[in-house]
């Protein structure tokens, strides 16, 4: 069952959570839980998978939910979600950030950042 509403939810639910977490001692990792399951309730969201990376070091992976209704398969932090177009306008904005930073140009080719060795 597709759900492309949820799906575009789901970016900005996560993007959300991982701004507001600044440190994740045991008593604010359960309000990030509450408020995932909170968010995910209220939106409709059938599931996401969450992780916090704090100075580099990841101090939260979570997923929550289920990631197919049909067979009720529960996220788990490893679960790849079918994400279509919708990250197209998210990958279209931060370029285009970079760009009015002056940190990439439109016209550099793309061996300026990835060696081709990069995808063997």
């Known amino acids: 069952m597709h ?9 900005a639910l996560m993007a959300l959570v991982c701004c507001a977490c600044t440190q994740l001692p045991g008593a604010q990792s359960g309000a990030v839980d509450d408020y995932m399951k909170t968010e995910i309730a209220k939106r409709h969201i059938p599931g996401a998978a969450l992780i916090v990376i704090q100075h580099g070091q990841i101090v939260k992976v979570q997923g929550y939910g289920v990631s197919n209704l049909e067979h009720d398969t529960p996220v788990i932090p ?3 979600f079918e ?6 306008q998210f990958t279209a904005a ?5 760009v009015e930073e002056n940190k990439i140009g439109l016209d550099d080719p793309i061996s300026r950042y990835l060696s081709v060795t990069s995808y063997t």
């Open 3 to 11: 759900r492309p509403r949820a799906r575009s939810w789901l970016a």
């Open 83 to 88: 994400l279509a177009s919708v990250t197209k």
């Open 78 to 80: 490893d679960t790849v």
């Open 94 to 98: 931060a370029i285009m950030l970079l």
